[in-house]
């Protein structure tokens, strides 16, 4: 169960992410309260997930789903550019996620 928080606020973080980026420096309203639901929601998830889980990989997985989440999402939504090397490192970065999540860390 605590990973599953951990992956749900990975993906909140993806949004606040963005959020942050169409709020243009917290200056439109919709993208800025947006932001800050997303933010308290994946920081509050991750805050719950602690509680079972060692902070390294924990923090490290939630990190790398908001990383990846928010890359591929600017290049499919956003207009991003998509190039080879950038596509190979983000599946590096979900790998290591998924090694991480297999690591075990839960007590």
Known sequence: ???LLVIVAGLLETGFAVCLKLSHGFSRLW???AFCIFALGSFGLL???LRKLDVGPAYAVWTGIGA???AIYGMVFLGD???TLKIVSISLVILG?????LSGSAH
């Open 81 to 83: 550019i998509v190039s």
């Open 1 to 3: 169960m605590a990973w």
């Open 68 to 70: 990846a989440g928010t």
């Open 47 to 49: 805050t719950l997930s």
């Open 97 to 101: 996620v998924v090694g991480l999540q």
């Open 31 to 33: 993208p800025t309260v």
